[in-house]
């Protein structure tokens, strides 16, 4: 069976993380001047380009993502929460040519920067679609979180994350980059780099067992083949049993840099 929540997961990231979202959109905030156009890269299922187009007074925000499921999800969410009409969405694959997305005060890329093909010519396109004195937030993660440490499946989830984050160095993902140094060689000013070391502990969000029990059945599911069969069956019981765990917590590091052009 299939479980691609990729959708949801971003969606529970959100919930569970929020004390981080809202600090990192509080902390753009303060940097990014009245009524801010933002333009969102790879935007996902909206995390960002809600809570920007909700906290920012008079902001406006566009939302790029080169996957219509992702964009059609966001619209829904930004319709719901009545910011409808302070979001639109541009369908368009970043690795290419940009479309004019206008003019702009803020560019946000949240996890998404990895994904580029040749993220320095994403910079450089950045940089050219920025006013002079725009802001550039890039925010990025070094692997997706940890449920498990501190239990007796911790080791099996180590494994788990170990093969994962060889899996993304094979597909080519950028997870290894120097981003200041990006970041500069496309142009910008001197960058301000913050890290957010997360570490949950009970009474957890009530959507924290959903969340590890998602996370865990992607990884399962993607590393069919890779790990030992008793594995992926472990790794299985340990996505089906958390919400009844009392055990679970949430640990991952997210770092994000602001640059002015
Ligand atoms: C890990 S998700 C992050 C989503 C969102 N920014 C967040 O923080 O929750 C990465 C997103 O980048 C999008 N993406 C990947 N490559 C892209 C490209 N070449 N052009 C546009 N979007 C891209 C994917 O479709 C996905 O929605």
Redesign the pocket.
Known sequence: MAHDH?IEM?DL??EVLHDYHRELTQWVGREAGDHPRVV?????????SLALARDLPGSTVTA????PD?LAHLRARADAAGLGDRIRTVE?????PWPDLGPTDVIW????MH???DPARALTSAFGTLRPGGLLVI?ELDSFPLFLAGTPDEDLERRGHAEMARRRDEAGLHMHENWPTRINTAGFGAVNERRFDIDLRPPLPPATARYAEVSLLRMRDALEGRLATADLAALEKAATGTATRTDLSVRTTRTVWLARR
């Open positions: 990729m971003l990231d959100a969102d890269l790879g935007a996902g299922s909206g995390t960002g790029v993502d080169v996957s992702m368009a694959d970043l690795d290419q890329a949240a996890s998404s994904h580029m093909a925010a």
